[in-house]
């Protein structure tokens, strides 16, 4: 029993032992920690380390103060106009005064294109209170898609904005719907939009874009005189967006556009608009066009363009193709051919060919080309007077080819082909004409009765109008002046002019060209008691191939007459040309869709200008003559 108490006891010192072992190991780390840490601190605390805190310190708030003093002087100087802006924003409201857009007139100074009060209504994003709210009520009165609604709404939610459209050049019902409604930051402004006296008119006119900017035809090449200087109002508001009562706006008036006075003459126009329509769209054609040009001047007192739209419709929409499309002229091109010829004196209109009805050239070379005659008929000995009366294909080529390549070309170039004309009309074509140097095979043959070379339908009523002018070119002329937004009115210049051929020659012609009205091709051009001459052409249109023809064989035609009035004296030069009439109709050609169209202008500029006759002046009279041969 004392054994084991003994054992005992001994254990329990050893336990005692250990623990006294192990606390004072845990005192001695504790007073080793206690003394490092006084011998940090008082290191720390020496003066050495103090200075280069301070000096740290005070290196820190210098550089501080000077990024502050370097932001200070930005903003007063290079950012001072960013925040002047945004002030200027937050406690000013803009509202810009739209200034007119000039009219254009016609030469007794008859509005052709006008401005018309229009109101847009638009929105201050900052001063929406409930976006989709708004934008809901105002999808229903302007009949908005929920996509275009859900787009109003995501701009009216942009407070970083200060306008947004909701309803430009609104008629006045919708605008003052919009706006009796009182809708916080919702407002309208008074525009200016755009009118034409003749839906006919659009296709010479030309357009404007919603801003009022001209884009296309007079419109946009007389941007500059037409447009005027938007004005505004500046007013400081309050924190509701109120005007601020003791401050005072400030008022920049907005200045009208100019004016600017064509040559065409809104009467003529519009009748000759109607013509033209009611033709196409008793053939089914494609399109149509007519210029009526003062003969002496140039002048153009008439220009209508009529196409059929993708309904079925027919209208001037598409644009002026009067000056920018050009197509291969046809027979028309007779006239220059054989003035040519008779100019250089290698023919007189007595002059006789022996003219087959068919005719090979080139044979055995890869330009090898079968011409046929534009009627049937077998070896027949043609005066040049018939030939031109009747439109003989074959007979034009052998008259031109008593002249040379060059030569040939030459005169085309005298007669304005190749080039643009001086009128400048925006998108205007100079169509196509070779230089003769480049000429191969067929192109020194069928140039004669109208196919190699193209010209727009203004380059070909100037081209005619040489014959009636004596010979002389003359430029078709647009515009008669310009007055610009201080009253000051400034006149375009005379268009220039030169000899084409002599004026034997245009006589010569002109006596020819009267015969084709009064006996030849364009018999449904005469004008009762008064003489008119000109010439018809039938074109076959190239197709997408390659071809005159599809590829299931069918043909497109445009059909043409150029004349003037009255023959012996010439007032006014008239072209009518009707695209793609029916193929299968007899109304496809020159002398049937093209030359009644230029009886009924002729009509119109009779009894419009009215031009009386010359004493010896009777019209058609009297059976074909015998010299001309029997008709085809």
Same mark, same amino acid.
């Given at each position: 029993?004392?054994?084991?108490?003994?054992?005992?006891?001994?254990?329990?010192?050893?336990?005692?032992?250990?623990?006294?072992?192990?606390?004072?190991?845990?005192?001695?780390?504790?007073?080793?920690? #206690?003394?490092?840490?006084?011998?940090?601190?008082?290191?720390?605390?020496?003066?050495?380390?103090?200075?280069?805190?301070?000096?740290?310190?005070?290196?820190?708030? #210098?550089?501080?103060?000077?990024?502050?003093?370097?932001?200070?002087? %930005?903003?007063?100087?290079?950012?001072? /106009?960013? *925040?002047?802006?945004?002030?200027?924003?937050?406690?000013?409201?803009?509202?810009?005064?739209?200034?007119?857009?000039?009219?254009?007139?016609?030469?007794?100074?008859?509005?052709?294109?006008?401005?018309?009060?229009?109101?847009?209504?638009?929105?201050?994003?900052?001063?929406?209170?409930?976006?989709?709210?708004?934008?809901?009520?105002?999808?229903?009165?302007?009949?908005?898609?929920?996509?275009?609604?859900? @787009?109003?709404?995501?701009?009216?939610?942009?407070?970083?904005?200060?306008?947004?459209?909701?309803?430009?050049?609104?008629? %006045?019902?919708?605008?003052?719907?919009?706006?009796?409604?009182?809708?916080?930051?919702?407002?309208? *402004?008074? @525009?200016?939009?755009?009118?034409?006296?003749?839906?006919?008119?659009?296709?010479?006119?030309?357009?404007?874009?919603?801003? /009022?900017?001209?884009?296309?035809?007079?419109?946009?090449?007389?941007?500059?005189?037409?447009?005027?200087?938007?004005?505004?109002?500046?007013?400081?508001?309050?924190?509701?967006?109120?005007?601020?009562?003791?401050?005072?706006?400030?008022?920049?008036?907005?200045?009208?556009?100019?004016?600017?006075?064509? $040559?065409?003459?809104?009467?003529?126009?519009?009748?000759?608009?109607?013509? +033209?329509?009611?033709?196409?769209?008793?053939?089914?054609?494609?399109?149509?066009?007519?210029?009526?040009?003062?003969?002496? $001047?140039?002048?153009?007192?008439?220009?209508?363009?009529?196409?059929?739209?993708?309904?079925?419709?027919?209208?001037?929409?598409?644009?002026?193709?009067?000056?920018?499309?050009?197509?291969?002229?046809?027979?028309?091109?007779?006239?220059?051919?054989? #003035?040519?010829?008779?100019?250089?004196?290698?023919?007189?209109?007595?002059?006789?060919?022996?003219?087959?009805?068919?005719? +090979?050239?080139?044979? /055995?070379?890869?330009?090898?080309?079968?011409?046929?005659?534009?009627?049937?008929?077998?070896?027949?000995?043609?005066?040049?007077?018939?030939?031109?009366?009747?439109?003989?294909?074959?007979? $034009?080529?052998?008259?031109?080819?008593? %002249?040379?390549?060059?030569?040939?070309?030459?005169?085309?170039?005298?007669?304005?082909?190749?080039?643009?004309?001086?009128?400048?009309?925006?998108?205007?074509?100079?169509?196509?004409?070779?230089?003769?140097?480049?000429?191969?095979?067929?192109?020194?043959?069928?140039?004669?009765? /109208?196919?190699? *070379?193209?010209?727009?339908?203004?380059?070909?009523?100037?081209?005619?109008?040489?014959?009636?002018?004596?010979?002389?070119?003359?430029?078709?002329? &647009?515009?008669?002046?310009?007055?610009?937004?201080?009253? +000051?009115? =400034?006149?375009?210049?005379?268009?220039?002019?030169?000899?084409? =051929?002599?004026?034997?020659?245009?006589?010569?012609?002109?006596?020819?060209?009267?015969?084709?009205?009064?006996?030849?091709?364009?018999?449904?051009?005469?004008?009762?008691?008064?003489?008119?001459?000109?010439?018809?052409?039938?074109?076959?249109? &190239?197709?997408?191939?390659?071809?005159?023809? $599809?590829?299931?064989?069918?043909?497109? *035609?445009? #059909?043409?007459? =150029?004349?003037?009035?009255?023959?012996?004296?010439?007032?006014?030069? +008239?072209?009518?040309?009707?695209?793609?009439?029916?193929?299968?109709?007899?109304?496809?050609?020159?002398?049937?869709?093209?030359?009644?169209?230029?009886?009924?202008?002729?009509?119109?500029?009779?009894?419009?200008?009215?031009?009386?006759? @010359?004493?010896?002046?009777?019209?058609?009279?009297?059976?074909?003559?015998?010299?001309?041969?029997?008709?085809?």
């Amino acid at each position: 029993m004392s054994l084991r108490i003994g054992a005992n006891r001994g254990k329990g010192s050893s336990r005692i032992d250990a623990n006294r072992v192990r606390n004072s190991d845990i005192s001695y780390r504790a007073s080793s920690a #206690a003394t490092r840490s006084r011998e940090y601190f008082t290191k720390d605390l020496r003066g050495g380390d103090m200075r280069k805190r301070i000096v740290l310190m005070f290196t820190v708030v #210098a550089l501080l103060l000077t990024a502050i003093g370097i932001r200070v002087a %930005l903003l007063q100087t290079v950012w001072s /106009g960013d *925040y002047r802006e945004a002030s200027f924003s937050q406690r000013t409201r803009v509202q810009v005064l739209r200034s007119e857009r000039g009219s254009i007139l016609d030469r007794s100074g008859l509005e052709l294109a006008l401005p018309v009060p229009t109101r847009t209504v638009f929105a201050d994003p900052r001063s929406v209170i409930d976006p989709v709210g708004v934008a809901h009520v105002i999808a229903g009165i302007v009949k908005l898609t929920p996509q275009a609604e859900a @787009e109003l709404t995501v701009k009216l939610q942009n407070k970083s904005s200060s306008f947004v459209y909701i309803a430009r050049h609104a008629n %006045l019902e919708v605008a003052n719907t919009i706006v009796a409604l009182k809708l916080k930051g919702v407002s309208s *402004y008074r @525009e200016s939009g755009r009118a034409l006296t003749s839906d006919g008119l659009r296709g010479l006119i030309g357009r404007t874009d919603s801003d /009022g900017l001209g884009i296309s035809g007079l419109e946009f090449k007389y941007q500059d005189i037409l447009a005027g200087t938007d004005g505004r109002i500046v007013r400081e508001v309050n924190t509701t967006g109120k005007s601020i009562a003791a401050k005072s706006s400030k008022v920049t008036e907005a200045i009208p556009g100019g004016r600017l006075i064509t $040559t065409i003459d809104r009467t003529i126009q519009f009748q000759v608009d109607g013509i +033209v329509k009611q033709q196409v769209e008793r053939l089914g054609a494609r399109g149509g066009s007519a210029i009526v040009m003062d003969t002496k $001047t140039g002048e153009i007192f008439a220009m209508s363009n009529v196409r059929r739209n993708e309904d079925g419709s027919y209208s001037s929409e598409s644009g002026n193709f009067s000056a920018v499309e050009a197509n291969e002229p046809g027979s028309v091109a007779k006239v220059f051919s054989i #003035a040519a010829a008779i100019n250089e004196g290698t023919v007189n209109m007595g002059s006789t060919f022996s003219v087959p009805g068919s005719q +090979v050239f080139d044979r /055995g070379t890869n330009w090898e080309y079968k011409v046929t005659d534009a009627y049937p008929h077998g070896l027949e000995d043609m005066s040049v007077r018939k030939i031109f009366v009747d439109s003989s294909n074959l007979g $034009t080529v052998l008259v031109s080819r008593t %002249l040379d390549s060059q030569k040939n070309h030459d005169y085309l170039k005298l007669f304005g082909f190749g080039a643009k004309t001086e009128i400048g009309y925006p998108g205007e074509s100079r169509g196509a004409l070779r230089p003769a140097a480049k000429w191969r095979g067929t192109e020194k043959i069928t140039f004669a009765y /109208g196919y190699g *070379y193209t010209t727009t339908a203004l380059q070909l009523v100037a081209a005619v109008n040489v014959v009636a002018n004596n010979g002389v070119y003359v430029a078709p002329k &647009l515009v008669l002046k310009t007055i610009d937004a201080k009253g +000051v009115e =400034v006149s375009t210049a005379p268009s220039p002019t030169h000899q084409v =051929v002599s004026s034997a020659t245009a006589k010569t012609m002109t006596s020819m060209m009267t015969d084709v009205v009064c006996y030849g091709t364009a018999t449904l051009a005469k004008l009762p008691g008064i003489s008119a001459a000109g010439k018809t052409g039938t074109a076959y249109k &190239l197709q997408a191939n390659g071809k005159y023809f $599809t590829d299931e064989g069918v043909r497109a *035609y445009f #059909a043409s007459f =150029v004349g003037f009035l009255p023959a012996n004296n010439p007032r006014m030069t +008239v072209l009518v040309s009707i695209d793609e009439p029916d193929s299968s109709s007899q109304d496809r050609f020159g002398g049937t869709a093209a030359a009644p169209v230029f009886a009924r202008i002729g009509q119109v500029l009779i009894s419009e200008l009215n031009i009386r006759p @010359e004493a010896n002046d009777l019209g058609c009279v009297g059976p074909r003559p015998a010299e001309l041969g029997p008709g085809h």
